[in-house]
């Protein structure tokens, strides 16, 4: 059996002293994507062929407004089209070997590692993510696929078992516990069905490869719809199915359908045929589709994560320097668009400002601008409609608070949408402490004790991420035990928040944040994907 690896590309460059052919590896790739992969008409893929719809949607790169492709504009019929397709390779494809679906998996891996830094490119100009946040979220793809490759075989494709001993003795008639012959069980973990796979903008690739291959090698079949309206991310999505199919994903096992969430997902979500969703997004549209699904009467399988407002805890007690490294990273990191990006700190009033300056001077280092050059830390936001979030919030800053630092929109003269990392002092009860906003905006409070600290970070209707700075063994144990959040760190550098590492740390929602308690990247994720069946035969 193999051992299970990530692949951390970054780090083996940077430990081998070779981060010269890393960032010439990236820059060809960027080449490479702006001549051979960009500015064409994409069609969609049902049961393994091109598709054109009679409308299109034109999707720009949020850098600099340059196109990406020319996309289909999916609706209904082509919707149902699609789940009628993975609905026929259902039958097949559940028989399917288990192992021979493992293969399958770990040749996209594969194909994955062998194209990572086109892949990245790609995922650069698209979304607006710098070199090193793009590899290590394809090298989070790859671990996936290794990831759930390793548990479907270390449990033999969820299959054990056992044997209940037959008895001579006689009754006149049965009961529960009576004597009979010797019965053979097996208990397996079967697919549902089709799955609606519908991904977010933020982490086109590892969390779409990851929700997609979760329900695929349990042997469900999959219609997939990456993000596209608003803020799209449809050629990532397109290259994931490439793959795939590359590896050998049947024609109608996977399909790839692009359109408007208003018509595609919605026939995805309401389809009788599609037993599940797997959903990245707002809590809002996650809620809303659950609510309509079971107000319909249809008890579909949901495996959500519904986004966070995560909390850190700076104690008297901590390193400052440490803190502020882990902080500013999980708060400004690709522009504080994360789902388990720290948005709102808790710092113990008498090192309040100590604390304040040190970030200040971390937050100034920060450049802003192309993220496809190496020097820029952040990148654009995702759309227009983000930057008037943006303003509105800084707006609400100012009007309850004080902004400490930042709260401008960048105009770079490229057509992109560029912000300040912003710090915003205020208090605990303002909305922008509890609504997520998916932007560069940091909210500081005070507090006099750990226990307030504790109660402020957890009152909230999400529960993520969180992140605790203290060196006091009691504090550590009271934030760990207490702590309402699925993904908890303390005392960590690199990253407050955010930054979950496959088959280590599991990512997983709590409370608002999520439905079943289990997350990616860990033993139980794809459970959730199959249905418990005990079979018994008698001898």
Not at 26 to 52: C, D, H, Q, T
Not at 500 to 513: D, L, N, P, Y
Request: charge should be negative; charged fraction near 25%.
């Amino acid at each position: 059996m193999e051992v299970f690896k990530n692949e951390f590309t970054y780090r083996h460059f940077l430990e081998e002293d070779r981060e010269d052919e890393f960032d010439k590896k990236f820059e060809e790739a960027v080449e490479w994507a702006n001549s051979e992969a960009l500015g064409k008409r994409f069609p969609m893929y049902i049961n393994g062929k091109g598709v054109y719809a009679s409308q299109e949607i034109q999707e720009h790169s949020p850098i600099d407004k340059r196109l990406i492709g020319r996309f289909q504009k999916g609706g209904r019929e082509e919707a149902r089209i699609a789940v009628e397709s993975a609905s026929e390779a259902f039958e097949s494809w559940k028989e399917t070997n288990y192992a021979d679906r493992i293969a399958i998996f770990r040749k996209a891996a594969e194909i994955f590692s062998r194209d990572k830094f086109r892949i990245a490119a790609i995922m650069s100009i698209e979304n607006g993510k710098t070199r090193y946040e793009s590899i290590g979220e394809v090298d989070e793809a790859i671990d996936f696929l290794n990831y759930y490759s390793l548990e479907v075989e270390r449990n033999k494709g969820f299959v054990r078992k056992a044997r209940l001993s037959g008895s001579s003795a006689k009754v006149s008639a049965g009961f529960q516990g009576a004597p009979g012959k010797e019965e053979r069980v097996s208990i397996l973990m079967r697919p549902y069905g089709v799955f609606g796979v519908i991904a977010p903008f933020n982490f086109p690739v590892s969390i779409s490869t990851g929700m997609s291959s979760g329900a695929l090698i349990t042997g469900n079949t999959v219609v997939f719809k990456p993000s596209s309206t608003d803020n799209m991310t449809m050629l990532t999505g397109l290259k994931i199915y490439e793959i795939f199919k590359e590896a050998g994903v049947p024609d109608g096992v996977f399909n790839y359908v692009t359109g408007p969430g208003s018509e595609v997902g919605d026939e995805i979500l309401m389809n009788k045929k599609v037993a599940g969703i797997a959903f990245t997004g707002s809590r809002g549209t996650g809620m809303d589709m659950i609510s309509r699904s079971y107000s319909a009467g249809m008890q579909k399988i949901f495996v959500v994560e519904m986004g966070g407002k995560n909390p850190v805890i700076v104690s008297k007690y901590a390193d400052l320097d440490i803190a502020v490294e882990g902080i500013a990273s999980a708060a400004f990191g690709y522009s504080g668009q994360k789902c388990s990006a720290a948005s709102r700190i808790y710092v113990n009033e008498s090192i309040k400002e100590e604390f304040v300056s040190k970030l200040l001077d971390k937050m100034r280092t920060f450049k802003i601008g192309d993220p496809i050059k190496k020097e820029n830390y952040m990148g654009p936001l995702i759309s227009e409609r983000a930057s008037l979030r943006y303003k509105e919030s800084v707006e609400e800053g100012k009007n309850s608070g004080r902004v400490i630092f930042g709260g401008n929109i960048i105009d770079l003269g490229n057509g992109g949408f560029y912000a300040e990392p912003t710090l915003i002092e205020i208090d605990h009860k303002n909305r922008l402490f509890h609504e997520e906003l998916f932007l560069p905006i940091l909210v500081i409070d005070t507090f006099k004790n750990f226990e307030e600290a504790l109660k402020n970070a957890n009152d909230t209707e999400y529960g993520l991420t969180a992140g605790l700075y203290s060196n006091k063994k009691s504090e550590i144990n009271e934030f760990l035990e207490s702590m309402d959040a699925g993904v908890v760190y303390v005392n960590r550098e690199i990253s407050a928040t955010t930054g979950a590492i496959v088959g280590f740390h599991t990512f997983v929602g709590w409370k608002g944040s999520g439905l079943t308690g289990k997350g990616t990247g860990s033993r139980f994720y794809l459970q959730q994907f199959m249905r418990e069946q005990s079979r018994t035969e008698v001898r």
